[in-house]
């Protein structure tokens, strides 16, 4: 009776140990998988759709186009005060709070200062302002040197912040721009291919 106990008690402790190494094999090619899915994927475009938090109604899109010299960024968005306004990329692509605050800080990966988007020292995040005109529209082109569609520090899945005011490119730890009044998060954009 002993001996059918103890060989019972090894080959429980057997398919125990083997049910485990499939668990970590099967998690471990799902690391692999998405692993070399980042590796091999070369996104060449990405889109944000902004929408104004509760009672605004700022509205418009901001896309990031990968080039030879960096990722241009172009911004068409209405329903704002005139002035300038910051307009950054946040940690996290959540826009469910009601003050936008779950969108986190501006993205930086590599954990610098606050800066201008001409500045070679600033946040990943750092997109300086959005300029707008006495309609409420505001419309900012330019090419970015530092934004990355792929990769480990790929801003897709982050969030764009517009804030109540401008962005003084150099107050820590944000640019003193004022509540946050719109957000959208950067998904990858429909390229046609």
């Known amino acids: 009776m002993k001996l059918f106990k103890n060989i019972f008690l090894g080959l429980f402790a057997l398919a125990f140990v083997a049910a485990g190494c499939a ?3 099967e998690e471990s090619s799902q690391e692999m998988d998405a ?7 070369d996104f060449t475009k990405a889109v944000a759709q902004i929408h104004a938090k509760d009672g605004g109604e700022v ?22 005060e005139e002035g300038k306004h910051g307009f950054h ?4 692509g959540d826009c469910t709070a009601a003050d ?6 501006h993205y930086n990966p590599y954990n610098t200062q606050h800066g201008a988007p001409t500045d070679s020292v600033r946040h990943m995040g750092d997109m300086g302002n959005l300029p707008v005109g006495e309609d409420g529209n505001g419309t900012l082109d330019y090419l970015d040197s530092m934004i990355e569609l792929n990769g480990a520090n790929s801003i897709i899945g ?14 820590q730890p944000s640019g003193a721009a004022g509540e946050r009044v719109a ?6 954009a429909n390229t046609g291919e």
């Open 158 to 171: 982050r969030a764009i912040i517009i804030h109540s005011g401008a962005d003084d490119l150099s107050s």
């Open 59 to 80: 509205l418009g899109s901001v896309t990031f186009e990968q080039s030879d010299e960096g990722v241009n960024v172009n911004a068409q968005l209405s329903g704002l």
């Open 183 to 188: 957000c959208g998060v950067i998904g990858v």
């Open 89 to 92: 990329i946040h940690q996290y």
């Open 23 to 25: 668990q970590q094999t």
């Open 100 to 105: 936008l605050t779950s969108a986190g800080g």
């Open 35 to 41: 692993q070399s899915m980042q590796e091999t994927t």
